[in-house]
């Protein structure tokens, strides 16, 4: 069995491409790994999957599931795909067919995660300032209840 390898979508290799920090770009990654994990987490949270369609052949080529193990993605990978199926089967590192299945989901929700990044970096020259502003978005919708008063003090 051949080395198993994270596919991006070829409408997503430019995207990918720009948000790693390298020549002179101002992405907040410094591998195609962290930057696809991430994509992955927020695909997730968004619940939205997106089949590959045209995988990317050049930049970035398919990527080596050692890379992702290596970074400490692969608890990632995994918990993905078990939440997904709620089959704990689907952990198994003796089929093949299931490891193929997790990286599959992976793949999907990284793609659905470039889709909204796609969206939402539309216009940024910052990517790094962008995506911070997402995150603390999102970290000011979960500390306030939605019944609470306007308060002025997330804007400080």
Partial sequence: MGVNRIRVAKDKASLVQQLLDYQGTTGPFQTYADAIAFAAALGSKWQKRV???????????????????????DTTIKLLALAETGDPKVLSNFHPEKESERLQIFEEYANGGLEILQHELRGAVDYTERILLMLSQERIKER????????????L
């Fill in 51 to 73: 089949p590959l369609g045209t995988i990317s052949t050049s930049e970035p080529a398919p990527i080596s599931l050692e890379i992702f193990i290596s970074r400490g993605y």
């Fill in 144 to 155: 306030s209840p939605d019944n609470e008063e306007f308060d002025l003090s997330r804007f």
